[in-house]
């Protein structure tokens, strides 16, 4: 993955975990902006690591290596090669798939290491093929310490990197009597086939039959290759040992060519030869010197057999990330949207059994309890409006079904009455006769004409139970004060005597008074003044046990409205 995709992906990360954290998240805005800087600072983190990992120096160098995206199968060669390798860099590239070279003095676990490095989708379509010429060894226990510290190196590879490895084994001697590359291949499940340049592939017996004595004489010493090769390499790989994993090889070659560079006059293979072929030296079957004429250097035919990868290209990989990432954020944003949802079921679900279970008597606590419901009706009806919060939505939104419960609630409720307030006792109105109108000047007996005004004046004035009809006299400070005292006393008896004949209403009920010029209401120095202080004054008063009628009981004192009216 280049470093721009890798910016991106950060990129791209940092702004769904700050959708996520600042929409979704169903905690405080203080703890969402915690949680949202911790998740920036582990994206950093694993940015700057990859690209520290990016910048990583090559300890093994690989050059002329395929992209990134190439999926054919890739071989990493061990051992001994017929002749030097074809190109200056270790990679080669042939139509079936590419070969990479191992150096003896290079640790093959090292290689595929910096090479998952370089390329990391080639996991799948790595191989290993032992390539190994017994004519250019002396002693077979140099030959076995090499081969067991490469089976160990390929196990180390299979328990930590997780992939396959699978493993091709190469037998690979020269001889005069070759004059093309011979190979023979025992693939798992199809059996040993003959694989030559010049022809298709086909049985031993067939070829054989149709190469003559010449072909007998080739197959006699191909099988003797391939009894030494299962003794000496293949079991080397398959023989159980307590330390280290046996590994079964794919495939096993044998290949016969001609003269062979770098070979021994005196090798295990010669010794072989002569031990179990009780041939010492045939002319024309052991090559000797360091010449070299092998026209095929690798297997080519064997590429097709091996895995292919079948990873993402880096863009796809990206585009993956990407995805995942996505859907992680769209995983984290519904189960936080479902949670929020759950948190206002529960809310508004309590808010109503609450209110349930306060009695109508309690009023405080049921006119609180129907406060907060109007207070969830009101959000409730704002997100109908305008739509649910997005923390909310994605489908998940459960407010509709919780309005109508919390408006049957609220109607539900019935407000207390009122509290009774005592009606303030009406203070009884004065009505004030003009004593010039009812009486003549120094009298004290109405005149004739007096009774209708005292009719129209005292129609609101009622005797009742519990109220004292109290009659004043009053008169100007003319004359004597005695003789005024005495005037005011019996105009209000005349006045009193007139409503308790007319009306029937007991003495019981009436209190006289005669207060002379003692309260004045007006200046008595002008004539207006004196006029207004003439007067016979009728007012209710209430007190207990006043005005008892036979049959009645004593009622509470009440003002029925008498009217004030000046006869003046």
Excluded at 113 to 134: N, Y
Excluded at 235 to 242: L, S, T, Y
Excluded at 252 to 276: D, I, K, Q
């Amino acid at each position: 993955m280049s470093p721009a995709q890798q910016r991106l992906l950060a990129l791209w990360a940092v702004l769904l975990s700050g959708v996520v954290c600042l929409v979704f998240l169903p905690v405080s805005r203080l703890t969402s902006v915690l949680i949202l800087l911790a998740v920036w600072g582990l994206i950093a983190a694993v940015w700057y690591v990859a690209s520290r990992r990016s910048e990583h120096q090559v300890t093994v160098r690989l050059d002329n290596l395929p992209e990134a995206t190439y999926r054919q199968p890739v071989v990493l060669v061990c051992g001994d090669l017929p002749q030097a390798w074809p190109e200056q860099s270790q990679a080669l590239i042939v139509p079936q798939g590419c070969w990479i070279r191992v150096e003896k003095h290079q640790d093959l676990e090292q290689v595929a290491r910096q090479l998952l490095w370089l390329r990391p989708d080639w996991g799948r379509q790595l191989s290993v093929m032992v390539s190994v010429c017994p004519q250019r060894y002396t002693d077979t226990e140099v030959l076995t310490s090499y081969l067991l510290a490469l089976r160990w190196q390929i196990s180390q590879l299979r328990r930590e990197t997780g992939h396959s490895f699978p493993l091709v084994l190469s037998g690979q001697a020269g001889s005069a009597i070759m004059n093309d590359m011979l190979w023979q291949a025992a693939i798992s499940s199809e059996g040993v086939h003959v694989w030559r340049a010049s022809s298709a592939p086909c049985s031993i017996a067939a070829w054989v039959t149709t190469g003559g004595a010449m072909a007998m004489q080739q197959q006699v010493l191909m099988n003797s290759l391939i009894g030494w090769f299962h003794q000496h390499v293949k079991a080397v790989f398959i023989d159980k040992n307590p330390d280290i994993p046996a590994i079964a090889p794919t495939a096993v070659l044998w290949g016969m060519g001609p003269r062979l560079a770098g070979s021994l006059a005196s090798s295990v293979w010669t010794a072989w030869l002569s031990r179990h072929t009780a041939m010492q030296r045939v002319a024309g079957w052991q090559t000797q010197g360091t010449d070299s004429t092998a026209t095929s250097l690798l297997p080519d035919f064997v590429l097709p057999l091996l895995p292919e990868g079948q990873g993402l290209t880096p863009r796809q990989r990206s585009l993956r990330c990407g995805l995942t990432m996505f859907t992680g954020a769209v995983i984290a944003a519904l189960l936080c949207s479902g949670w929020n949802n759950h948190q206002l079921v529960q809310r508004l679900s309590f808010d109503i059994h609450r209110y349930n279970r306060i009695p109508m008597g309690n009023a405080v606590l049921k006119a609180e309890a129907v406060s907060v419901l109007r207070g969830d009706a009101a959000m409730l009806d704002g997100w109908a409006r305008s739509g649910a919060p997005v923390r909310m939505s994605l489908g998940l939104y459960q407010g509709t079904r919780l309005h109508i419960p919390v408006l049957n609630a609220i109607r539900s409720y019935l407000p207390p009455p009122p509290p009774s307030v005592p009606e303030p006792q009406a203070i009884p109105k004065i009505v004030r006769l003009d004593s010039m109108s009812l009486f003549d000047s120094g009298k004290s007996v109405l005149k004739s004409g007096s009774t209708k005004m005292l009719i129209n004046s005292l129609v609101g004035i009622k005797a009742k139970p519990g109220w004292l009809i109290v009659v004043s006299g009053h008169t100007d400070n003319t004359g004597n004060p005695q003789l005024n005292q005495t005037l005011s006393l019996k105009r209000a008896e005349a006045v009193r005597d007139w409503m308790r004949d007319t009306g029937d209403v007991p003495e019981s009920c009436f209190a006289v008074q005669g207060y002379g010029e003692s309260r004045p209401v007006a200046t008595n120095d002008t004539p207006d003044g004196r006029a207004l202080n003439r007067r016979v004054e009728i007012s209710l008063v209430p007190q207990a046990n006043a005005c008892l009628m036979p049959g009645n009981t004593p009622a509470s004192s009440q003002d029925d409205g008498a009217s004030q009216h000046n006869g003046e």
